[in-house]
């Protein structure tokens, strides 16, 4: 009855994580897309030296994600947009939604491809992307995050009970 | 340089082309590296590599895809960076390493806007000679360092002359030097690949802002820069020479004597900024240098001496310098 009511429990507890794993992986990646940005208009950084920056202000989704594609970079010569292609199956472990893995790997073919002033005009695009997603997750974690929680214990106890 | 110091040089450039380019440039016998000057790319069209009066014949066709890699390499994936540099059909390597870039032009009023649909590129390996220039340096301060214009055809060896004289002026002069092509210096993250010595280099910008920059802010006694190519450029060394500074840079020519052919050079020449032309001469590979200083011309070379050479540029008289 316990392990029945506890693992319907962690079912929602679960479920509760994911969304705010989701919210924390879009508000990494919406800081380092900002980051990129003004490190791309204002300091015209190439971006081997912006992703350490990116690796160290953005903790989190963002910091292990570019990670892995500072790495290909520099240990394999993989271009940028080669590396994060390579890299993108790592975005699936935040919990996030296909469009918004979309979102996040269109910086690849941004960023390094055209002058500063075009690249702030697409970054600023998918910079609005992302902070309408993260609103909506944010809206989704408060509203169903708690629902789900309540949901799990109530059908762990009420599955227990309808076994006694 | 020494074969080690020549066969790194290879290597940091030969890292930069693509995985089958790269295989095939270490084709080539490892005591022959250090005479490779540059790599050819043609999309369409075989690899080579040449130097010393040699050709390698490296691989077949070159592919668009190749080249393009080679540009996301030595641009970093950042085209951002480097678009200055690409607008002038060139850019250059984190480790000094000049990729000479042809493709289609994109013109906006007027001016070259972008370079693209590259179809080929010459990537020349920077070259480093520590002490190639002592007894040079040597000769242009007998009386003090005056102004030294260095003159060499494409590949001749100008601006590794020009770094190792900074290098050398730099133990005794405030030297600057405004590296707008990041070749002289090539600054990392503020620290240079090659050994300058103890000058003062500003990276990139334009050479009539960064000369004024250097001028207000380093004091500076030598500025080196590279190639003054526009009149522009020749109007801020002239105002510059005010200043009481002196310059050391470099010019692409057969000779001295096509110097009065070009009218940035010929203000240059007319204004007396130059008291120094440093001729350097290729021949099957193997580079001689001379010396030219201003001065008067006396009676016997006038009527014609065997034993003297030197030339007339502008009114002014150069005198080649015994070695």
Redesign the interface.
Known sequence: MILIAGSCSVVGFSMNSQLKTRVAALKSFLGATQLLQAE?VFR??????ILPLIIRECPGAAASFYRTVLHM?TEK?C???LACDRASSELRHFSLKRDEIEWICSVSHI??????AT?ADRLSGILSRLELALRQAQDEAGQKGKLYRAVGVTAGIMIALAAV | MNCNEANKQFMTAA?LLP?RLWRAAFSIAPEQRGLVEEFRLRVGRPFYAAGAGLHFRLADCVTKDELD?LL??A???????Y?EQIRQGFLTSVSGHRLGLCGEASAQQGAVF?LHSFSSCNLRIARQFIGISEDLRARCCRQGFESTLIVAPPGGGKTTLLRDMARGLSQSLTVCIADERMEIAACR?GEPQFDIGLCDVMSGGQKREVLTMLLRSMSPQVIALDEITGEDDARALIAASYTGCRFLTTLHARNAAELALRPAYRTLLKQGIFRHIIEITLDNGQRSYRLLTEGEMKDDQTVGNDSYRGLMLCGRFFHEQPA
């Open positions: 791309i015209r950084s190439p971006l081997p030296d970079m010569g271009s940028f947009s960023a390094g491809r055209y002058d500063a690249q | 890292g995985e890699e996301q390499r641009t970093r994936s950042s085209v951002h960076t678009l972008n993250d």
